[in-house]
């Protein structure tokens, strides 16, 4: 569903010509996490056995988790690093894990032990060498695609529509302008609230369902 997402996206946006059919970090993966949504939404309710309905909702809320919460460490993780060269000059490998255990340990706080080998780990991420600054446009697609499936389920008329006009623009116009064409504000704290709000319910659903099971 993801990649095909991206396919679609991709075939959508063609007739804006080859300058501005790609999308921008910010919506590069709307289409395909929306798929994700589609498609997790539909096997919720197809499934019968609480078991494995609470089995794929937990897996679903540790992608999002990995999604937004741990990328919007990495980002500051790759801002810290990017400042400490800037300040402080060539940066050893050592110091590079010392900005990332420290940002690690921000994510984490007391509910795991991290050992001094994890302290390495920064160097297996191939975003942070080949497209910097990328890691944060999951976070940014995971909460914006929350927000709008909420969106879809709240007011589904005409929202299929406005969501493949999205699509269809590609990258020819700004970010907040393609998504206030469906009614909605990026700029404002209460969009990305209602994202978070989604993402609250799914634990508290997955709370609900593991106390019933046992």
């Given at each position: 569903a993801h990649e095909l997402g991206h396919g679609v996206h991709q075939y959508l946006s063609r007739q804006q010509g080859v300058l501005q059919s790609s999308t921008p970090l910010t919506t590069a993966e709307t289409a395909s996490v929306f798929g994700e949504m589609l498609v997790f939404q539909k096997l919720m309710?197809?499934?019968?056995d609480p078991k494995e309905k609470l089995a794929l909702?937990?897996?679903k809320i540790d992608d999002t988790?990995?999604?937004?919460?741990?990328q919007i460490s990495m980002n500051r993780f790759e801002h810290a690093m990017h400042t400490a060269r800037r300040e402080e000059g060539e940066l050893t490998t050592e110091r590079?894990?010392?900005l990332w255990m420290e940002q690690q340990k921000a994510l984490y706080g007391?509910?795991?032990s991290l050992t001094d080998e994890y302290g390495i780990?920064?160097?297996?991420?191939?975003?942070?060498?080949?497209?910097?600054?990328y890691?944060?446009?999951y976070a940014f697609g995971e909460l914006l695609v929350l927000a709008l499936y909420e969106e879809y389920t709240q007011r589904p008329d005409g929202f299929s529509d406005r969501y493949l006009e999205l699509l269809s623009a590609g990258g020819s116009e700004w970010p907040q302008d393609l998504v206030a064409k469906m009614g909605l504000d990026?700029?404002?704290?209460d969009f990305w609230n209602k994202g978070l709000s989604s993402f609250e319910r799914m634990v508290e659903e997955a709370e609900e369902m593991a106390r019933v099971i046992k």
């Open positions: 309710k197809e499934l019968d909702l937990i897996g988790i990995a999604t937004v919460f741990r590079f894990s010392e007391d509910s795991v780990w920064w160097s297996y991420i191939p975003h942070f060498l080949h497209t910097p600054g890691v944060y446009a990026i700029t404002q704290p």
